[in-house]
């Protein structure tokens, strides 16, 4: 029985399951539910569960309108960041999904002007004569000024007549005439020096010959109409009239959002061995899975030193479980302290447990600082677990860089112009106990679980699509998103 019950608790994996056999609706219902009892919480749960329950809401879609659809995405949207603001990776997912929606849509605009283009526009090459402004003939008479009159005649083309008569002899001088001026080279006249001649099929031939009698300027067989009106083209008309449903091809979109939150750790890893060198010190803070991977992607053919804050009053208990080997943690985005530590142990790596009273006394000896984070911003600030401002701090003091390791998916277009409303506050009680009755009452106690870093304490940021400075984070943010989709506010 209790077993039973463990495996129906709250969560994402339960979500996921039920995600399948509920109606959309209640999918949406639940995961509101969830997000609000922070049943799912960090960034990587939260992207997996509204990346799924978006591909559902898109599949049941049964309008091929993709106002409509877009118009559901955003409703979608709405609710579920207003069921839980902080947590930003919902928004981004959702977004994601909207500038898919968007692409598919321009795309199939962009065919349907095809077909337009593909009537109004002929394939058969005009001939001058179909046109009401054409070039007029040129004068047979060469001008005084043409090179023609002076050595550019060709002989072989004009007729050279001379007059013997004494007043021309006594005067010396002779009469020349040119019967025919040598036809310009232009676009409008052929190489045939015969109009009478057989005409070949070359591009100068079809642009010298008249128009036909009695045919329509823009008629070509098969594209007039018995009314005399300009139609589509067969595959235009085809692909205006065909009821087309996209939603697979949004679907493919949102599959590949999936795919990437679960290759994104992997990608990320395999620029460990640019950044991470033999016999350096790193110091890390909290038990983030992408971190875990960096690291171990290193350890293969690197060896060094980790250096683990222990994070408290938050994430100590998860990390002093390397000690004791014992751990009842589940994570999503977060790892328990074994599943993070012990492999390194177990390759060689030497992990050190540290207060996080010692950070900056042993800053001096650390040649990189690594850091996982909750979300980060479109200024190149970031939100992480808390303490990563005081440890970001520290290195600046020492001039130790600050490497940040992120999937795309937590880069949010929304700039912190309140940084309170970015901060998510726990359970006081981990700082000081309600046992103490009396101090409590005199006191007001705040734990705060995550910090708001700014971008300049921050060197670089080690995305799946690589390593970015903070000042560069501008130009991935708009390639992933649409800048009409930045608020996802619901306007009455």
């Known amino acids: 029985m209790p077993s039973s019950t463990n495996a129906m608790t709250p969560g994402l994996k339960s979500f996921l399951k039920s995600l399948k056999s509920n109606p959309v609706e209640s999918s949406i219902e639940q995961l509101i539910s969830l997000l609000k009892r922070r049943q799912i ?63 598919e849509a321009d795309e199939d605009r962009d065919g349907d002007t095809s077909g337009f283009s593909d009537a109004a526009t002929d394939s058969r090459p005009q001939t001058p004569g179909e046109h009401s402004n054409h070039r007029p003939i040129l004068s047979s008479s060469i001008s005084t000024f043409s090179p023609l009159r002076h050595g550019g005649i060709d002989l072989t083309s004009t007729s050279v007549t001379h007059r013997d008569t004494p007043s021309e002899e006594m005067t010396g001088s002779s009469n020349i005439e040119v019967s025919q001026r040598p036809p310009m080279l232009t676009s409008y006249t052929s190489y045939a020096s015969n109009a009478s001649a057989p005409m070949g099929t070359s591009m100068f ?164 600082v690594i850091l996982g984070t909750h979300v980060v911003l479109a200024n190149g600030g970031l939100v992480a677990a808390a303490g990563a401002k005081a440890i970001a701090q520290a290195a600046r003091m020492h ?60 060197d670089l940021y080690i995305t799946n699509l690589g390593g970015h400075a903070p000042s560069y984070l501008y130009r991935i943010v708009s390639d992933h998103y649409r800048t009409e989709d930045t608020n996802l506010a619901r306007f009455e």
């Open 41 to 103: 919480r960090n960034s990587r749960s939260c992207a997996i569960a509204t990346a799924h329950l978006m591909r559902r809401v898109v599949a049941a879609f049964r309008v091929t309108d993709f106002g409509r659809l877009i118009e559901r995405v955003q409703d979608v949207g709405y609710r579920l960041t207003a069921a839980q603001p902080r947590e930003i990776a919902v928004g981004n997912i959702v977004r994601r999904v909207l500038g898919v929606i968007r692409e």
């Open 205 to 368: 031939n079809l642009l010298s010959s008249p128009a036909s009698q009695g045919q329509s300027p823009i008629a070509t067989p098969g594209n007039q109409s018995p009314a005399g009106r300009n139609s589509l083209s067969a595959q235009g008309l085809a692909h205006l009239n065909a009821a087309k449903d996209l939603r697979a091809e949004v679907v493919e979109g949102i599959q590949e959002i999936i795919e990437e939150l679960d290759q994104v750790d992997e990608q990320i890893a395999g620029y460990a061995l640019e950044h991470i060198h033999s016999n350096e010190i790193i110091l890390t803070h909290t038990s983030s899975a992408t971190v875990q991977k960096f690291l171990l992607k290193a350890a293969t053919k690197r060896k060094f030193t980790v250096i683990h804050a222990e994070a408290y009053p938050n994430g100590h208990q998860e990390t002093h479980a390397v000690v004791t080997g014992k751990h009842d943690f589940e994570g999503g985005d977060e790892m328990g302290s074994d599943q993070f530590q012990k492999p390194l142990t177990a390759a060689g790596i030497t992990v050190i447990l540290i207060p996080d009273a010692a950070i900056f006394a042993l800053m001096s000896r650390v040649n990189k």
């Open 399 to 458: 001039r130790t860089p600050v490497v940040v390791a992120t999937g795309v998916y937590k880069l949010s277009p929304i700039y912190p112009f309140d940084f309170d409303s970015l901060i998510e506050y726990g359970d006081a009680s981990k700082v000081f106990g309600y046992e103490d009755g009396d101090l409590v009452d005199k006191v007001d106690v705040e734990n705060p679980l995550y910090d708001y870093v700014p971008a300049e304490l921050v």
